[in-house]
C-alpha cells in the first residue's frame, strides 16, 4: 500500500507540476520544505537526554561520510535515471528527488514502529503503515509536481527498508525498548531536519551519511542509559 501511494502520488504530481508556472512550483517546494522541518523538529525535541542522539549523530556522519553512503546512493539515483530517464533532459533534479525522498519516507518513527507491528501480526497490525501509506502520497504529490520521476523510484527504498524490518519484526521488538524508540526517532527527526534545509535550498546537507545514527542512537540507550 505505502509503494502505490508513493507511486500514485508521483504521477499526480508530475502532471500537476507540468501544469504549474516555475513560481507556483518554487512556492510549494517551500511550504514543503518548511514542513518538514517542522515534523523533524517535533521528532527532534522528544529527546529525553539531548547527548544521545547527538553523539549517535557525530559518530553516524563519521562512519558515513567514511563509508560515502551519500556517495553510494546519489550514484545509485543517477544509475536509475540513466536508465529509465531521457538523456538530453537538462538540470534534472531526478536525483535530489530519488535521495530526498527515499530519505524522508525511510527514517521517520512511523517507518520504525509501523515495520515492527505489521511484522508481528495481531489487531490492526499495518494500521501505522497505512497511516504513513497515506502521508506518504500527500508529500510525494508535493515533491513529484518540482523534482519529476526520482520521487516514484523511491518506492525501491521503501520496500527495501521497511520490508526488511518487517521480516526482522521479532528480532525488533525484543531488541528496542520504549527509550530506544524515543532517542532513534530524536536522531531520525534531526536527519528530517537536514531534508527539510536541502528542500530550501538553504544547505545541502548530506543526511544520508548520517543514517548510522538510527543504530548508534538505541544502542548507546542500551549501553549508558539508567
Request: hydrophobic share 55%; glycine share 12%.
Amino acid at each position: 500500500m505505502n509503494v502505490l501511494t508513493v507511486l500514485a502520488g508521483t504521477v499526480v504530481g508530475v502532471a500537476l507540476g507540468n501544469r504549474l508556472p516555475e513560481r507556483m512550483r518554487t512556492a510549494v517546494m517551500q511550504v514543503v520544505g518548511l514542513v518538514t522541518l517542522v515534523i523533524g523538529g517535533r521528532d527532534a525535541f522528544g529527546t529525553r537526554n539531548v547527548v544521545f542522539p547527538l553523539v549517535a549523530l557525530i559518530l553516524g556522519a563519521a562512519i558515513g561520510t567514511a563509508l560515502r553512503i551519500e556517495d553510494r546512493l546519489e550514484s545509485l539515483g543517477e544509475a536509475v535515471r540513466r536508465r529509465f530517464e531521457e538523456p538530453d533532459r537538462a538540470e534534472s533534479r531526478f536525483v535530489e528527488g530519488f535521495v530526498a525522498a527515499s530519505l524522508l519516507f525511510c527514517v521517520g518513527p512511523l517507518t520504525i514502529l509501523g515495520s515492527i507491528r505489521d511484522g508481528l501480526g495481531g489487531p490492526d497490525h499495518a494500521q501505522l503503515l497505512l497511516v504513513k501509506a497515506a502521508l506518504d502520497g500527500t508529500a510525494a504529490i508535493a515533491f513529484a509536481s518540482t523534482m519529476g520521476w526520482g520521487v516514484g523510484f523511491s518506492a525501491l527504498t521503501v520496500v527495501v527498508v521497511q520490508g526488511t524490518l518487517t521480516l526482522g519484526a521479532g528480532a525488533a521488538d525484543r531488541l528496542l525498548t520504549e527509550r530506544m524508540i524515543v532517542e532513534m526517532t530524536a536522531a531520525g527527526g534531526v536527519m528530517v531536519m537536514g531534508i527539510g534545509l536541502r528542500l530550501l535550498d538553504v544547505k545541502k546537507v548530506a543526511v544520508a551519511a548520517f543514517l548510522p545514527a538510527l543504530v548508534l542512537a538505541p544502542a548507546g540507550v542500551a549501553l549508558f542509559a539508567r
